[in-house]
């Protein structure tokens, strides 16, 4: 850390700490070191890529990732009308009183969407998750292989491969 410290006239040079901090940074990221947020953050922008290919929804993996309850569907739901004055209330009684019949057929179905659901998201994080791991390591592989290539070059011992 005392390397990123430049004092001049007796004050610290923020300006030059932060050259260095953004320089020691970029030398990171060269040689494919990120922390696990960043990790994440760039999970989620290929997730936001996989969904913009696919032309879904622009919002769904913002709600898929950030797994609020209420992004899975579910068996229960609350039995409402765009219909005012008696006409709803009646419309909201006939379906409160038909609602048991229906779920005897669509619980079922719900909750087994609901669990491939939980297990599509499950796997589409991992999945995409490995992926940016690997491609990370291998632009480090390939940073570190240019460097290795480099100084074999500047010591003169030639290109690999001769």
């Known amino acids: 850390m005392d390397d990123?410290?430049?004092v001049k006239d007796g004050r610290i040079d923020v300006a030059e700490v932060m050259a260095r901090i953004r320089?020691?940074?970029r030398a990171e990221r060269r040689e494919g070191r990120y922390t696990?947020?960043?990790v994440e953050?760039?999970?989620?922008?290929?997730l936001q890529a996989f969904a913009d290919d696919a032309e879904a929804e622009a919002e769904l993996p913002a709600r898929i990732v950030g797994a609020p309850p209420d992004?899975?569907?579910a068996a229960d739901y609350r039995i409402r009308t765009h219909r005012g004055g008696l006409a709803g209330r009646l419309v909201?009684?006939?379906?409160?009183l038909a609602r048991p019949w229906v779920r005897l057929y669509t619980d079922h179905v719900v909750g087994r969407q609901a669990q491939i659901n939980l297990q599509q998201r499950f796997l589409s994080q991992k999945i995409v998750g490995e992926v940016v791991r690997q491609q990370l390591e291998l632009a480090a592989l390939r940073a570190r292989l240019e460097?290795?290539?480099a100084e074999r070059v500047r010591d003169g011992?030639?290109?690999t491969g001769a």
């Open 71 to 73: 992004w899975n569907v």
């Open 92 to 96: 909201v009684l006939l379906k409160t």
């Open 157 to 159: 011992r030639g290109p």
């Open 147 to 149: 460097k290795l290539e």
């Open 36 to 38: 696990d947020d960043e």
């Open 4 to 6: 990123l410290i430049v």
């Open 23 to 25: 320089e020691k940074v």
């Open 41 to 46: 953050e760039l999970v989620a922008l290929k």
